[in-house]
Structures are given as C-alpha cells and as structure tokens.
C-alpha cells in the first residue's frame, strides 16, 4: 500500500504560468515533508520541505502548502521555467521513527513550454 | 553540495552474478541509504545504516545485503542477480533530524 501518492504522473504548463504539483500522503505519523527534483540521468536534488507545525513554506518561486487534516501537501512554482522541466518527487518523514527514513511518491513529470 | 559518489556508474550482468554497488560520502554524515528507482515507484528503500556497522531492512530488501564498515562507505552486493533487479541504484546520506537527504548521481544496472 503506498503511503505516499502523486496520482498526476505528468504536467504540462506554458512558461510563465503557475505549476502545481500534488500529493497525498496515509500515514498521521508523517511530520516532515519534502520535494525533490530530478533531472534525467542525476540524483534527486532537495528543492524545499514543510515541518507539521507550519502551513506554508516559501522559497523564491516554490511555495509548498501542507494541509494536515485533509493529508494533503501540493507545490507552487511561480513562474514556471523551461528549466524546471524534470521530475518531482513528494517525500514524507516521521521524524521520531528510526532512520530518518523518507517514503516517496511515485512523481510527476513536469514539461515547461516555451 | 554534499560529496557523494557512486560506482559503477554503469553495469551489465548476467542473472545468477553476484554485484556490488559501492557509495562514498564525504561529509561525515551518521546515515546512509540505498534507494532503487523503477517506473511508477518513485525511488523505494532497499536498506539503510545508522552507523558504521549498523544497518536495517527498508521496504524491498529482499535479495539485497548491505554493509558499512567506515562512515564514508556504504556496499550494497547483489548476492545472485535476477531481472526484476535492473534498475536505477541512488545512494542517499543524511545528518539526520529535520535534515534533507542528499543524493547520489546513481547507478544503472542491468541484469541479462
């Protein structure tokens, strides 16, 4: 069963316009959340996060928005560039479990059009 | 940037092989990861560490051992490789708590 879910596989937005990105988590003992972004033929690169206690997290043009009664977080990009074309994966936390261990989400592809 | 390298980068084996995929870290982090990435999955746990010499199953370990005898590296070995074992390998380290995991550049492994 997956804890973590990203149930659009891909994205298509005009360069310029707003990206968002979902995704939806089971597990209540998730408090820390996390996105990356991958690039074909890399690693995944850590873009932003959210702790439980906030709502909200912004940095430059990515904002994630995490709305715990619903178990839903979703990513902003404001404006999207041809440079964000990649894939973006959801990560969740449970910081008081062993390992520090991250749960992904199957991700979404993201096409930025000129 | 946290100094993280895998190798191989690349590898073509045949099934019954044996395979290890070797991580080095150079940022002196306690905990280290290997993740596989398939199509569909998103990148699944295979084993991590917490320390040298102290590991622990993730979600798909099965055919997968681990060992971790220096904080800098972390071997992952392919006792008897199969098909269903071609895929996508990415090292992870991290300092733990409220830290991101950094990654690996990843590597391609494929299994005749």
Redesign the interface.
Same mark, same amino acid.
């Given at each position: 069963d997956q804890q973590?879910k990203?149930n659009s596989?891909s994205l298509s937005v005009q360069e310029g316009r707003i990206s968002i990105l979902n995704c939806d988590y089971t597990n209540s003992m998730f408090d820390?959340f996390?996105w990356?972004k991958k690039y074909p033929?890399?690693?995944?690169?850590?873009l932003i996060?959210i702790?439980s206690i906030k709502d909200k997290n912004e940095d430059g043009r990515f904002t994630v928005f995490l709305n715990k009664s619903a178990k839903h977080l979703s990513l902003h990009i404001v404006p999207s560039q041809p440079g964000d074309s990649a894939v973006y994966?959801c990560a969740a936390s449970a $910081?008081a479990a062993? =390992?520090?261990?991250? $749960?992904?989400?199957? =991700?979404t592809r993201v096409l930025v059009k000129p | 940037d946290a100094g993280i390298t895998q190798s191989p980068r690349h590898k073509v084996t045949e099934t019954g092989t044996p395979v290890t995929l070797r991580c080095h870290q150079t940022e002196n982090h306690r905990y280290m990861y290997w993740y596989r990435q398939d199509p569909g999955h998103g990148l699944r746990l295979i084993h991590y560490s917490y320390g040298v010499k102290d590991t622990d199953k993730g979600e798909v370990s099965d055919g997968y051992s681990v060992s971790r005898s220096k904080t800098e590296d972390f071997l992952l070995t392919l006792e008897s490789a199969t098909s269903s074992q071609t895929s996508v390998y990415f090292c992870a380290t991290s300092g733990g708590g409220y830290n991101e995991q950094f990654f690996g550049p990843g590597t391609r492994l494929t299994v005749l």
């Amino acid at each position: 069963d997956q804890q973590v879910k990203q149930n659009s596989p891909s994205l298509s937005v005009q360069e310029g316009r707003i990206s968002i990105l979902n995704c939806d988590y089971t597990n209540s003992m998730f408090d820390y959340f996390l996105w990356y972004k991958k690039y074909p033929a890399e690693g995944p690169t850590f873009l932003i996060s959210i702790s439980s206690i906030k709502d909200k997290n912004e940095d430059g043009r990515f904002t994630v928005f995490l709305n715990k009664s619903a178990k839903h977080l979703s990513l902003h990009i404001v404006p999207s560039q041809p440079g964000d074309s990649a894939v973006y994966f959801c990560a969740a936390s449970a $910081t008081a479990a062993a =390992g520090n261990k991250l $749960t992904f989400g199957g =991700g979404t592809r993201v096409l930025v059009k000129p | 940037d946290a100094g993280i390298t895998q190798s191989p980068r690349h590898k073509v084996t045949e099934t019954g092989t044996p395979v290890t995929l070797r991580c080095h870290q150079t940022e002196n982090h306690r905990y280290m990861y290997w993740y596989r990435q398939d199509p569909g999955h998103g990148l699944r746990l295979i084993h991590y560490s917490y320390g040298v010499k102290d590991t622990d199953k993730g979600e798909v370990s099965d055919g997968y051992s681990v060992s971790r005898s220096k904080t800098e590296d972390f071997l992952l070995t392919l006792e008897s490789a199969t098909s269903s074992q071609t895929s996508v390998y990415f090292c992870a380290t991290s300092g733990g708590g409220y830290n991101e995991q950094f990654f690996g550049p990843g590597t391609r492994l494929t299994v005749l």
